[in-house]
């Protein structure tokens, strides 16, 4: 995956101009990503990385709101994003799957999410 200019942050999810921070992440590992783009080659290992991308915002994310119950509930990748498969201006499709039946302070934390 390519160096960029931000990890991460838990900062992120609570800062006020946490979208702006977001979209810079993912325009500037999109442009990575174009920039290895070779019409002469397969572009699976493209795929893959902005997949593994979203991957890390998702369960960063996951992590953040659902804190102590993210172990007890699943979020799934599904269609071309779950096949590691994330052409540019794909949807990124997610399931989430309860463990248990859902109760308020879970469900406002997936509100969250």
Known sequence: MPTLDHT???DWFTDKGCFQQF???VKQ???AIQHKFDPQRPVD???KEKSVF???ILISGWLHFLTDQADSHCLLAVGG???EELFPHSDIDVA???NTEIDPV???RIASF
Do not use: A, N, Q
């Open 29 to 31: 590992m999109e442009l």
């Open 54 to 56: 979203i991957d890390e």
């Open 81 to 83: 994003y779950g096949r």
């Open 106 to 108: 879970v469900h406002e």
């Open 23 to 25: 979209k810079e992440f």
């Open 96 to 98: 989430i799957v309860l």
């Open 8 to 10: 991460i942050s838990p």
């Open 45 to 47: 290992h493209l795929l």
